[in-house]
C-alpha cells in the first residue's frame, strides 16, 4: 500500500502502486493453482464513495487484484473541508485447496484530501475590543480577534497593522517592548500577544487588515478602552503608642491604600512631618515611603519629645496621576488596665483595681501615676473619701491618684435617671507619671436600672436647681465614709438613704428596697455575722481586764493584812520578854512566878490581839532555850529563837528544874497552836515563795 492524496472534491483510480497482494497470489498459485485472494470491504469511507465496477461499494463487497490492475476501483471526495479519509478492508483465501478458515487480515487505508481555497475567511469578532488599566499590559488573544476559514489553516491567516495604536503598541508576550505590525490567528489563538498601554487616560484604536492569501483583505478598527486607575484609602487609623514605650511600628493596619492598579507602586510623600518625633526605614530618617513598606512593617516612628500625648505627621499619597491628602494622628494609650464597670441607679459604688490598674505604670516608672479629670460624667459624680465632714467645701474631684484607687477612696455616684433611659456614662481622664508622655483615656460605666421606681422617691426641682440637690446628697453620703487613713475593708458604707453601696466588680453589697431580695439578705447575713465577732471580741477583752483587776486588788488586800500580822507579833514578843526580865529580877524561889507570869501573857496577849480577832492562844512565843525548833509549814528551815535568855543574870530561879519544864510547857503549846492556827486561816492566800525565801 503506498499513501493516496486526493484534492478537495476531486476523485483518484486505485492501481497496483496503491494496492498490490500479486505476490502472495503467486505464492499461493504455487501450491494450487486455483487459490485466489479476495478484498473483502469491512468499512467504506465517511467523506466520499469507493467505486468497484462502477457501483457503490458497500459493507462485504469484494474485489480482486485484477480488478485494482485494470482501473474498476475509484474513491471520489464529497467536497467537505475534511483533511482526511479512509476506509477498512480484509483478505480472504480461496479456491481448491484454500483452508476451510483463512487467518483474518484487516487493513485500513488512509486517504489525505488536499484542501483547496474555494471559500472566502470569515471574521467573527464583529467589534474587536480591548479593556486595559491605564497603565497596563494586557494580552491579547483570540477572545479579542477572532477569524475563521474552512479552507486555510490559522498559521495562514494574517493580520497587518495598517494604522495605530494611538495609546500603546501591540508585542509579542516575549518582547513586550518591540511592537510588531504584522501577526497571524495562530499567534492570538495561543495567547502570544499582548497590548502595551502608554498610562494615558484617553481611549485609543488601530487599524488592521486580515487575509487568508486568496481573497481580498478585509479590514477592521480594534478600539481600545483604558480604565482609569483608581486609588482611595480605606484605613487610616490613629497610630496607637502605648504609654512609658517610644517606638511603634506603622503598618497597613493604620495607614492603607486600594487601587485597581499596582498596589506596591502607591507612594506616600511627607508634606508636613511629625513635631515630637522621627520617622526611619532601617535606620533611616525619610520623607517618603511606599505602600510595600507599610505592608512589611517597615515604617517607624520613635517619639523624642516625651512631654507630649499626641503627634501627627501628613503625607500625599499618589499613583501615576492621582493624588490623595492623607493626616495620620499618633496617640499615645494610657498603660491601665481597664475592665467593666456596672452601676445600677442611685447606687454609691468604688472605683477599686479590678476596673482601674495602673500598677504596672507605677513600677516602671516608679512613681505614684495621677489621673486628672478632664470631662465628668453626665450620670453619676465621684467623690473621694475624706476625714472632712463639713460637705459645703466638697465638690466632685478633678484628680485622684493610683494610690486612691488602690486604697478604695474613690467612688462614682450614680444620680437618680428619672426615666432617663442612659445605659453608659463615662468620664474622661489624663493619665500621668514620672518621667514618661501623658496618655489620655476614657473610663465606661454601664448603666442598669434599679428594680423599683426610684421617681417615686424624688423630690420634685424647679427647672433652675437640675441635679444640685442630689449632689448634695452624694457629698452628705460622703460624711459616712470611713477614715482616710484605713487601707483595709473599706467595701461598704452605711447611709442614711436607700442608695445602694457596693463595691466595683464584686457580688457583696448592702442592698436596700428595690434591689434583688436573695441578694439584700446575703449581705445581711454577711454584715450581722461581722458584728457579732466584733462584739464577741470586746466582750472577751473586757472579762480579762476585770479578772487581772480582780486579781491585783485581792493581791494588794492580802499583802496589807501580811505586814499588820507582822507588826503586831513583833510588838506582842517584846512584851513578853520585858516581862520574863522583870519576873527573874523578884527572885522568886519557886515555879510559880513564871506560871503567874505565863498566865499575866495570855492575858495580855488576849487584851493586846483581841483588836485583830486573835484568840489568847495565838499569841507567838519564844521557843524553848535549851533547843531550836522547825517550823511544820516549811520544811527543813531552821527557826532561830527571837528571845534570848541571860542565864548569867543573878535574878535565878530557885528551883530551875520547875522553871524550865513549866516554860517548856507554855512556850511550845502557845507556839504550836498560833502557828497551826495562822497556817490553816491564811494559807490558800499566802503567796508562792520565790527562791531563796521562806516564811518565819
Given at each position: ?293 507599610l505592608d512589611s512593617s517597615s515604617v517607624v516612628y520613635i517619639q523624642t519629645d516625651m512631654t507630649s500625648g499626641f503627634d501627627t ?384
Amino acid at each position: 500500500m503506498s499513501e493516496v492524496k486526493v484534492p478537495e472534491g476531486g476523485q483518484i483510480t486505485f492501481s497496483d502502486k496503491h494496492l498490490d497482494v500479486s505476490k502472495l497470489v503467486e505464492r499461493l498459485q504455487t501450491i494450487s493453482r486455483s487459490a485466489l485472494v479476495r478484498f473483502i470491504i469491512r468499512q467504506i469511507p465517511a467523506h466520499g464513495l469507493l467505486i468497484i465496477d462502477d457501483q457503490n461499494a458497500t459493507v462485504g463487497t469484494y474485489f480482486l487484484q485484477s480488478d485494482v490492475k485494470h482501473g474498476r476501483i475509484k474513491y471520489i471526495n464529497d467536497h467537505s473541508d475534511d483533511l482526511w479519509d479512509s476506509f477498512e478492508f480484509g483478505l480472504k483465501i480461496t479456491g481448491r485447496g484454500a483452508p476451510p478458515v483463512s487467518p483474518k487480515f484487516n487493513c485500513t487505508f488512509n486517504i489525505t484530501i488536499i484542501p483547496v481555497n474555494d471559500q472566502p475567511f470569515k471574521v467573527l469578532t464583529k467589534h474587536p475590543s480591548i479593556e486595559v488599566i491605564q497603565g497596563f499590559t494586557v494580552n491579547f488573544t483570540s477572545s479579542q480577534l477572532k477569524t475563521i476559514d474552512p479552507d486555510t489553516p490559522a498559521e495562514n491567516i494574517t493580520y497587518t497593522v495598517v494604522t495605530g495604536p494611538t495609546n500603546g503598541h501591540v508585542a509579542n508576550k516575549s518582547a513586550p517592548s518591540q511592537s510588531i505590525k504584522i501577526f497571524t490567528q495562530k499567534d492570538l489563538d495561543l495567547s502570544e500577544l499582548v497590548f502595551v498601554h502608554d498610562s494615558s487616560r484617553h481611549h485609543g484604536t488601530f487599524n488592521f487588515k486580515v487575509t487568508d492569501g486568496r481573497f481580498g483583505p478585509f479590514y477592521k478598527v480594534v478600539s481600545i478602552n483604558v480604565v482609569p486607575v483608581t486609588l482611595n484609602i480605606i484605613r487610616q487609623n490613629p497610630v496607637m503608642l502605648l504609654q512609658s514605650h517610644s517606638v511603634v511600628h506603622i503598618n497597613s493596619s493604620y495607614l492603607n491604600a486600594s487601587t485597581n492598579g499596582r498596589r506596591n507602586n502607591i507612594v506616600y510623600t511627607i508634606s508636613s512631618l511629625p513635631q515630637h518625633g522621627k520617622l526611619f526605614i532601617n535606620d533611616a530618617e525619610l520623607t517618603s515611603f511606599t505602600q510595600r513598606d507599610l505592608d512589611s512593617s517597615s515604617v517607624v516612628y520613635i517619639q523624642t519629645d516625651m512631654t507630649s500625648g499626641f503627634d501627627t505627621f501628613c503625607c500625599n499619597v499618589s499613583l501615576m496621576d492621582n493624588v490623595l491628602y492623607s493626616e495620620t494622628n499618633i496617640t499615645v494609650t494610657p498603660f491601665v488596665k481597664q475592665n467593666d464597670f456596672n452601676a445600677s441607679a442611685g447606687s454609691l459604688i468604688v472605683i477599686t483595681t479590678d476596673a482601674l490598674d495602673a500598677s504596672s505604670l507605677a513600677t516602671a516608672t516608679g512613681s505614684n501615676p495621677e489621673y486628672t479629670i478632664t470631662q465628668q460624667p453626665v450620670h453619676g459624680i465621684l467623690i473621694k473619701r475624706s476625714l472632712k465632714r463639713d460637705t459645703k467645701d466638697m465638690k466632685s474631684l478633678t484628680s485622684f491618684t493610683h494610690d486612691d484607687v488602690v486604697k478604695k477612696h474613690i467612688y462614682y455616684k450614680t444620680l437618680k435617671l428619672n426615666g432617663n433611659n442612659a445605659t453608659e456614662d463615662s468620664f474622661s481622664f489624663v493619665l500621668t507619671a514620672r518621667n514618661v508622655q501623658p496618655a489620655e483615656g476614657v473610663f465606661v460605666i454601664s448603666l442598669q436600672p434599679s428594680e423599683v421606681d426610684l421617681s417615686d422617691t424624688t423630690v420634685p426641682t424647679t427647672p433652675g436647681q437640675s441635679n444640685t440637690s442630689e449632689v448634695s446628697d452624694v457629698l452628705h453620703e460622703q460624711n459616712n465614709l470611713t477614715d482616710e487613713g484605713s487601707d483595709v475593708g473599706v467595701d461598704t458604707v452605711e447611709t442614711d438613704t436607700k442608695d445602694t453601696f457596693i463595691t466595683a466588680n464584686s457580688t457583696s453589697s448592702i442592698n436596700v428596697p428595690g434591689i434583688d431580695k436573695a441578694s439584700k439578705e446575703s449581705d445581711f447575713s454577711q454584715h450581722h455575722l461581722i458584728i457579732l465577732l466584733l462584739v464577741s471580741g470586746v466582750v472577751v477583752i473586757i472579762m480579762l481586764i476585770a479578772v487581772l483587776i480582780y486579781c491585783k486588788k485581792k493581791k494588794d488586800r492580802h499583802k496589807r493584812y501580811l505586814q499588820c500580822t507582822r507588826e503586831d507579833a513583833h510588838s506582842q514578843i517584846s512584851k513578853q520578854k520585858s516581862h520574863l526580865d522583870s519576873d527573874r529580877s523578884s527572885q522568886d524561889s519557886d515555879g510559880q512566878a513564871v506560871v503567874n507570869a505565863a498566865n499575866s501573857n495570855d492575858n495580855i496577849g488576849a487584851n493586846g490581839l483581841s483588836s485583830f480577832g486573835l484568840r489568847p492562844h495565838d499569841i507567838p512565843r519564844s521557843p524553848e532555850l535549851s533547843r531550836t525548833e522547825v517550823s511544820k509549814t516549811v520544811p527543813q528551815v531552821k527557826v532561830t529563837p527571837l528571845v534570848q535568855v541571860d542565864y548569867t543574870s543573878n535574878s535565878r530561879p530557885t528551883s530551875p528544874v520547875s522553871f524550865k519544864s513549866d516554860l517548856s510547857s507554855h512556850v511550845a503549846h502557845d507556839w504550836e497552836a498560833a502557828e497551826s492556827e495562822v497556817s490553816e486561816q491564811y494559807r490558800p492566800n499566802v503567796p508562792v515563795l520565790q527562791k531563796n525565801q521562806y516564811w518565819v
